[in-house]
């Protein structure tokens, strides 16, 4: 992406470099907004109904009216990926509550501030498909409501730093003991053939990715139960798994400096990540 890419703000296609907002936009004050990331692959939008029905429900949860119908937001999201000047993109939309006077409360009359941009997929490269990621862990500090998709990520940032600064590839949740997330990514444990889903409650974020590998699961008869699973089980796991939109399905064979399972992609990982492959 670059200062001449095209991108949207309040109904207007424009170069980056011309996109401006005012600073009293709440997204910048208090980061009161939403956003949802959706890959493209072939310019084809990869569960766009879904994405959709997210965003609807996190504007929900923060009560901020949706701008846009779900065939608007079809509309606009086509334009954009048939403006990008590549295939493979991550479409990346952000709504906040709008622009006033800083305020604590909600403001009157305020219309929200819509922005979106594509930036270029970047999907696993086949060192990492093959060889699996390393991880680190680290306590969940997060607020409560980690299933609404908010801009207000400095949680999730100084959680992914941890593992940054470990020069690993995400940092791994726990909270009170339980597995919840990763700093950016869904994760999923597999023990003796079946696939153990943390709870899709307020501690996380309902990935698309995720909802999509456990219904591919269903397909292809691997068992999934959904419920807590304490650390324990994390560190005994057969294989761990971490999905997002960009990681799609990502196996991680070392935890905190120690092999997860014979620390290399397991056999479960293998099937889905072909499948998952077919689908997208
Ligand atoms: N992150 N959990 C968290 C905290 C996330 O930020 C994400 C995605 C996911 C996976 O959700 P999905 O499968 O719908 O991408 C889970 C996006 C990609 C981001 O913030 O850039």
Redesign the pocket.
């Known amino acids: 992406m670059n200062q001449d890419s095209v991108v949207y703000l309040n109904g207007v296609f424009k170069p980056l470099s011309e996109a401006k907002i005012s600073v009293l936009d709440r997204g910048f004050i208090f980061g009161d907004g939403v956003y949802e990331?959706v890959p493209v692959y072939c310019r084809r939008p990869f569960r766009m109904v879904q994405h959709l029905k997210r965003l609807e429900n996190s504007l929900a949860a923060v009560g901020i009216p949706n701008p846009k119908s779900a065939a608007e937001w079809k509309t606009l999201f086509m334009e954009m990926v048939r403006q990008a000047p590549y295939e493979q993109q991550a479409v990346y939309l952000q709504i906040t509550r709008g622009v006033a006077p800083r305020d604590h409360g909600f403001p009157h009359g305020v219309t929200p501030t819509v922005f979106m941009m594509v930036n270029p997929l970047k999907t696993p490269t086949p060192e990492q498909i093959e060889q699996g990621v390393a991880c680190v862990s680290a306590e969940d500090f997060r607020w409560h409501r980690?299933d609404i998709k908010s801009i207000s990520l400095l949680g999730?940032v100084l959680l992914r730093q941890v593992s940054v600064e470990a020069e690993a590839t995400e940092t791994v949740l726990f909270r009170d003991g339980f597995l919840t997330?990763?700093?950016?990514?869904?994760i999923l444990a597999v023990k003796k053939g079946v696939i153990l889903a943390p709870p899709r409650d307020h501690l996380?974020?309902p990935?698309?990715?995720?909802e999509a590998v456990l219904e591919f699961a269903s397909m292809l008869g691997i068992p999934v139960e959904t419920r807590p699973v304490p650390r324990e089980e994390v560190l005994t796991a057969d294989e761990l798994w971490l999905?997002?939109?960009?990681k799609e399905v990502l196996a991680v064979t070392m935890l905190d400096g120690k092999p997860v399972g014979d620390g290399s992609p397991g056999p479960v990982f293998k099937k889905m990540w072909a499948y998952f492959q077919t689908q997208k």
């Open positions: 990331v980690c999730n997330e990763a700093s950016s990514s869904n996380i974020l990935g698309i990715s995720c999905t997002s939109s960009g």
